[in-house]
């Protein structure tokens, strides 16, 4: 299985300010998505973060919004942008590798934007 | 556009009982995954279910996929208080993402 770190693990945010958050896995994985957690809810995906190419979006989610990097096959940042408090969410990292069906979870970044 | 339902959204039991949590899902995929979310924590994997009549068993959890029903089911046997948690299925999508139910939030109460 593979090891996966997010950093930060929580933050408290001003709105209209950025927060970049970031993905490490221990190992090379294919592929790497974004979801979003919001209070008490289900899991939605973000985007696809695409090892050096601009990442695929889900409807509802736009670059200048979430702008993602994957400059390797073991790292992905995500940035909230432009926070307002209905970004407040737990933002998990998910990876999965070429051989494996089992799609790994980060720990998951809680913000909080007030 | 592929939808997962789950139901029932809530489930209290009490210890020792059994009970089943089932998962709908709208259109063809051929990979069913079943986590686990303690309150404040990351997901866990429990069950890949990837053909039809595929069954997997870990302790008191078994999953079993029917494919030709857009079915899955988590049964639960003998619940104990430390199965308490929620439990989401998912559905692998187009691109190799994953489609969340609701989820399920369990509470075994002794």
């Known amino acids: 299985s593979a090891v996966i770190s997010q950093k930060p693990s929580r933050d408290i945010c001003q709105r209209g300010t950025s927060l970049t958050i970031q993905c490490q896995v221990d190992?090379?994985?294919?592929?790497m998505f974004w979801y979003r957690q919001q209070p008490g809810q289900s899991l939605t995906l973000i985007a696809t973060?695409?090892?050096?190419?601009?990442?695929?979006?889900e409807s509802g989610f736009v670059i200048d919004k979430f702008p993602i990097s994957r400059p390797n096959l073991t790292f992905s940042t995500l940035t909230v942008s432009n926070m307002s408090p209905e970004d407040s969410s737990i933002y998990l990292c998910?990876?999965?590798?070429?051989?494996?069906?089992?799609?790994?979870f980060g720990p998951g970044t809680r913000l909080l934007v007030l | 556009e592929l939808k997962v339902e789950q139901n029932p959204l809530f489930l209290s039991m009490q210890e020792g009982k059994n009970y089943t949590i089932y998962c709908n899902y709208s259109?063809?995929?051929?990979?069913l995954y079943w986590y686990r979310q303690d309150p404040g924590k990351s997901l866990e994997s429990l069950f890949v279910?990837?053909?039809?009549?595929a069954v997997k068993q870990e302790g008191r959890l078994m999953a079993s996929l029917d494919t030709k029903a857009r079915l899955s089911t988590l049964h639960i046997t003998a619940a104990v208080h430390d199965l308490s948690a929620t439990y989401f299925c998912?559905?692998?999508?187009?691109?190799?993402?994953?489609?969340f139910g609701k989820g399920t939030k369990l509470s075994v109460k002794p």
């Open positions: 998910s990876v999965k590798g070429l051989y494996q069906e089992t799609q790994y």
């Open positions: 190992s090379q994985v294919t592929m």
């Open positions: 973060a695409n090892q050096g190419s601009e990442a695929t979006y």
């Open positions: 259109t063809t995929s051929d990979r």
């Open positions: 279910l990837l053909s039809n009549g």
């Open positions: 998912a559905v692998g999508g187009s691109q190799g993402n994953l489609i």
